[in-house]
């Protein structure tokens, strides 16, 4: 059986997301992807000006086995960048991973991807204990300390 290959013009753009390939966030923050694509061989010359290139953004998020869809709406941007707000990863111990694809426009099934793997881990809570630094009472008295202003940046 005989098998005939043929080579076309055109190159399969590599694909990187800049930045490692695993990632922790805390869930506060806002966080921003950039992926660029190039020629390998071409000095990682960005082609996405001359060549018109497509990009997918995709994910799967699990917390707790169970599936997590809250950056579903920030995703599939025809863009390098991807920005995910603040509150919109899940909650600490949630697990992504993100998979950026770039796509020839002009040719639609040339396409390549990258992937990255973020996880939420959380940020310390900043304890805030009101009055004044120095207090004194009875023997056997009651101290009721106020701690209603400590501050959770996570919000869970």
Known sequence: QNFTFTRKPYSVPVIRIDGPAHR???RANPTIL??????EGCNDDD???TNNI??????DCIFEGNPQIGITSYLGRSSNRLTI???SMGYPGTSCIVTATARL???TPIFNSAHLE???VQNAIIPSIGGSSRFSYGFLSDIVLNASSTLDLDDV
Request: proline share 4%; glycine share 0%; net charge negative.
């Open 24 to 26: 922790t966030i805390h």
């Open 34 to 39: 950039t992926a660029k694509a190039f020629y």
């Open 47 to 49: 082609i996405d000006e």
């Open 54 to 59: 497509e990009y997918q953004w995709d994910s």
């Open 85 to 87: 707000p603040a509150y």
């Open 105 to 107: 426009a002009s040719n």
């Open 118 to 120: 973020i996880t939420v």
